[in-house]
C-alpha cells in the first residue's frame, strides 16, 4: 500500500510538497478612481474597497508599491456621462488623467486599463445603443478610440472588456496604426452574463439603465462556446485571455489551460469578494484560509494572472 500520508506528516514535509504557490507578482489589484477632489469613498458592498479622487490616489498606490504586486487596472467614473461615453476617450477624461497621474508618481506601477463604454454611457451598456438593441459593429470605432486615448496617457495594457465581437482585431489594428505595436491586449474573452458583478456595478456606477447584458456577455450554462470565444481572441491578436467570474468558472479555465498555449488571466470578482467579506464579518468562515484556498485554486487551475480586490491582504499573509 502506498501510504500518501508519508508526505504530509508535518508542515516542513508540507511545504516542500506545495505544487502551487502564490506570489505577489501574480496578482493585479483593480482600483476605481472617481471625479472631483479629497474623495475616498467606501463601497458599501465592497468592504475595504474604496473610490478615490486622483488627488487622494496615492494613499493606495503606496500601498500596492509596498506590496510589490504585478499591477493594477483602472476603471474611471466621469462626472459628465452620454449616449456616446465621450469622455471614455477624451484626452481630459478621469481614467486619462489618472494615468498620466501615476505614470509621473509611480512609473514602477504597471497599469493596466479596462476598455469599456458602460462606466462612461448615459444607458449604462458597453456599447452604442439603438432603442433597446446594442449595437456590435458601431461600438467597435469607439472602443479603439478609447484604447488608442489610454495608450497615449501612458497605459501599459489594454484590457477590452465590453465582449463585442471583433474588438480585439478592432484594438490591436488601432494601437498598431497609433504606433503602439508593443502594448498588449488582455482580452476578457470569457465574461459570462453573471449575478457575481453586482458590487462592481455599485463601486463603478455602471448598472445597465435598461434590460441586461445577456445579448452580449456569455451565457452561464455554455463552457464550449467560451472555449470558442477564447479562440477567437486569439485568433484577433489577444496577448492575454480571461475568464470571468472565477470560481464558477474553474472548469473553462482549466480546459483553456489545457486547449491554449497562451498565458491566461482570471478576474476574482466583486461578488466574490463581497461574499467571503460578509461570511468573515459574521465569523461563519475563517476569512484568510478562504481567500488563500480560493486564490490558490485559481492558480491551480491554469491562471498566470489573478485580477482580485484580496491582493494587498493576501500579500501580507504570504509573506
Known sequence: MYRFRRLRRDERIRSMMQETRLHPKDFIYPIFVIEGENIKNPVESMPGIFQYSIDRLEEILEQ???????????????????????????EDGITQRAVRFIKEKYPEIYIVVDICLCEYTSHGHCGMVQGEEILNDETLPYLVKMAVSLAEAGADMAAPSDMMDGRVAAIREGLDQAGFTQMPIMAYSAKFASAYYGPFRDAAHSAPGFGDRKSYQMDFANGQEALREIAA???????????????AYLDVLKEAALTFDVPLAVYNVSG?????KAAAANGWIDEKRIVMENLTAMKRAGAKIIITYHALEVVDWIS
Open 272 to 276: 466574490e469578494y463581497a461574499m467571503v
Open 233 to 247: 481572441d486569439i485568433d484577433e491578436g489577444a496577448d492575454i485571455v480571461m475568464v470571468k467570474p472565477a470560481l
Open 64 to 90: 500596492v508599491k509596498e506590496a510589490g504586486i504585478g499591477g493594477i487596472m483602472l476603471f474611471g467614473i466621469p462626472v459628465h456621462k452620454d449616449p456616446q461615453g465621450s469622455q471614455a476617450y477624451a
